[in-house]
């Protein structure tokens, strides 16, 4: 029996920006060192899904997944980034009832969620729904697997990825202790900006096409490639924020609940974070002396030059935890338990933090 591990493939640009695509294809660098074997696919978009039909999109199924065998394990990293209700669904159910495999989802991201941040049912949302169809769901982090399981009426068995990884292996800023932060983001959202209410001077990187002038405490970096990011970071403090009015109406809220890649960013980097006390890895931060929980962004203030020095060293084992792909790799290995042996050991049960 062989295990596989799902990784999409999209242009260089993307491919070195969009955080989405930077997991997907990390944790499947990661997962492919413990013995998986890849299932490459171009990125296809719900325009073209359509434009081709049912029986193409079936001969492209067989081309993709005929390597795959009966009792294989396939991990699927999940949404496909396809756009295509139809699609993923045919996906799933290819493999499941052509090749016979045990079937995994990777959670990345619930777009629905990303989308809307309204009070009412999601059970009835595809990418909330099609979660039952797989064996097994690597859920973001116990909290997570909550609101899926509450809110989203996913009863698929589940187990906590708990941390996202930022693989990486080049060199790293010294850091020295500084009053300021740091932020990352795929776009600068001018909400966020806006929002923003102390004079603690930070530095944005990412694309600030939309943003104009700023108060001179605001540092617009630019757009980097994620593989540049970790040794521009030489001091101070990661940001864990999402603006409440930002571009993606239900981005705010579901900050409480992901993983953000960012977070392993600043840890692969080495640099302490700052996160609101809401969020899934809140408790996670303190607990380890790795950052700052705050309840507002109104709250920060600058800590000690002596405690500062001390979360530098309470980082180190997570860098190099989240650097290695420590968490997609256990992750992967728990669920291959799982589904082939029904062990259930790490099976989230409903109310467990992450502490």
Do not use: C
């Not at 303190?286 to 705050?294: D, E």
């Not at 338990?337 to 109310?351: A, T």
């Amino acid at each position: 029996m062989t295990n596989w591990i799902t990784e999409v493939e999209d242009n260089d640009y993307v491919s070195r920006r969009a955080s989405g695509i930077i997991a997907n294809q990390m944790a499947a660098k990661s997962i492919e060192e413990i013995g998986f074997r890849k299932l490459h696919y171009p990125r296809l978009y719900a325009t073209k899904l359509r434009e081709v039909g049912k029986q193409a999109r079936w001969e492209y199924l067989e081309a993709l997944l005929s390597s795959v065998l009966p009792g294989d394990t396939v991990i699927v990293q999940y949404p496909l980034w396809t756009n295509s209700t139809d699609f993923e669904l045919e996906f799933i159910n290819y493999l499941k009832t052509i090749r016979h495999a045990k079937v995994v989802a990777m959670v990345w991201d619930i777009v629905s969620w990303i989308q809307d941040n309204r009070e009412r049912d999601y059970t009835g949302d595809a990418s909330l729904w099609m979660l039952n169809k797989y064996d097994l769901v690597i859920a973001a982090n116990n909290k997570m697997a909550k609101r899926l399981h509450d809110e989203g009426g996913v009863v698929s068995p589940m187990i906590p990825m708990r941390l996202s990884d930022f693989v990486y292996n080049g060199p790293l800023a010294m850091k020295s202790f500084k009053k300021e932060l740091f932020y990352v983001a795929t776009g600068i959202d001018p909400a966020l900006i806006k929002e923003y209410p102390t004079k603690i001077p930070i530095n944005f990187i990412g694309p600030n096409n939309n943003v104009k002038d700023v108060p001179n405490h605001i540092n617009l970096l630019g757009a980097m490639d994620s593989n540049d990011i970790p040794r521009k970071l030489d001091g101070g403090f990661g940001l864990l924020y999402y603006p409440q009015d930002g571009g993606y109406k239900g981005m705010h809220k579901y900050g409480e609940y992901n993983n953000p890649l960012k977070l392993s960013l600043y840890l692969a980097s080495g640099l302490p974070v700052i996160t609101l006390s809401n969020t899934a890895h809140a408790s996670w931060i303190k607990a380890r002396g790795v950052g700052i929980v705050i309840d507002r962004l109104v709250d920060i203030e600058a800590v000690s030059e002596d405690d500062y020095y001390k979360m530098l060293d309470n980082v180190k084992p997570w860098q190099k935890a989240v650097s290695n792909g420590f968490f997609a790799k256990g992750a992967a290995l728990e669920a291959v338990r799982y589904v082939n042996l029904g062990i259930q050991d790490y099976l989230v049960k409903m109310g467990e933090t992450d502490d």
